[in-house]
């Protein structure tokens, strides 16, 4: 090779690096080319947090990981600043679906996933008189019940349809087999007894409309959800600082509907559940595009409680209390 063409190769190399070098600093660095813009735009990402494990992530349809034991949340990066449809999914659960934009330099995070099983057991929680422990000691009618703020107690009001008379059992879930014990009489509001009053929030309560019912106070006790006519809202006490950021006094409104909503429970900090009529359904709070929400069961006439202690479903339908498998990890 003469020195001439070694030195034409050398030029030829040499510009090829001067060509390269700047687009391989720029492309470590998260700039893409927008083919629909025709820019150079630095790339953003998606944070997704999912119970429970084993949960599969699509973005506009396309697979892109699996969660598992040891990483129940992934990160996707290098996606050009636009809106995605971000898709969980998982067998024997509903799944979970929202469009969010995706800014540049930016991560947009949905960190409280949570996938709903489809079809969950339930079986009639059965008591007796810890003294009569055939069929004529078991308890029917009930009426209505409260849970204690624990979560591990229970008031049932029952009827006696021979006597005409109303009775009231307290039931103890931490003893095996369930311990039940008979109260004579109540003569205080039974709201009284089983009521928190050191999560009672006077002040916050002052920005609740006048017409709201069903109060229920978050676990994290960071959020009231409530009832104004057949409308849930939900009024934050504290900043949140997690995407969706909120601060402190906000109201969002839920969804509503046209059938009687009745109690609202809290199904995680994150996500609530009622009953509609005779359907139970579950909703997000993240009211980012649509929210998510999901027909659980269905029961007559049900009064329901999610029990944060055990994380089972209490369904009171017909006279009889029913209870459901674990719903959460």
């Excluded at 034991?69 to 998982?90: D, E, G």
Aim: proline share 5%.
């Amino acid at each position: 090779m003469t020195k001439k063409s070694r030195t034409i190769l050398f030029l030829v190399f040499a510009g090829l690096f001067f060509l390269i070098a700047p687009m391989l600093i720029l492309y470590s660095q998260g700039y893409r080319f927008d083919m629909e813009t025709k820019k150079i735009v630095q790339t953003g990402g998606v944070f997704l947090k999912i119970k429970p494990v084993g949960a599969d992530i699509y973005i506009n349809d396309k697979f892109q990981k699996r969660t598992n034991i040891l990483f129940s949340s992934a990160l996707i990066q290098n996606l050009l600043p636009k809106k995605y449809k971000l898709q969980v999914k998982k067998q024997g659960y509903f799944s979970w679906e929202k469009t969010l934009e995706v800014k540049e330099k930016q991560v947009t995070e949905a960190k409280n996933i949570i996938l709903i099983p489809k079809n969950p057991d339930f079986e009639i929680l059965t008591l007796y008189l810890p003294t009569n422990q055939n069929n004529s000691g078991l308890i029917k009618n009930i009426q209505d019940f409260w849970f204690s703020p624990d979560g591990k107690k229970i008031l049932l009001k029952t009827s006696s349809k021979e006597q005409l008379q109303l009775k009231y059992f307290t039931v103890d879930l931490t003893e095996t087999p369930v311990d039940l014990i008979p109260l004579d009489s109540l003569e205080k509001d039974i709201e009284e007894l089983f009521f928190e009053p050191d999560k009672l929030i006077e002040d916050e309560l002052e920005n609740l409309p006048e017409k709201a019912e069903s109060l229920a106070l978050s676990p994290d006790s960071k959020k009231i959800a409530y009832l104004n006519d057949n409308e849930i809202w939900v009024l934050f006490l504290k900043d949140i600082s997690e995407q969706p950021k909120r601060k402190a006094k906000d109201k969002i409104f839920l969804t509503r509907f046209s059938e009687k909503i009745d109690r609202i429970s809290w199904y995680s900090s994150h996500y609530l559940i009622f009953n509609c009529d005779n359907k139970i359904k579950i909703a997000e709070i993240d009211d980012r595009d649509k929210i998510n929400i999901v027909d659980l069961a269905e029961y007559n006439e049900p009064k329901i409680f999610f029990n944060q202690n055990d994380k089972k479903l209490y369904i009171l339908s017909q006279g009889n209390l029913y209870v459901s498998e674990k719903l959460l990890p």
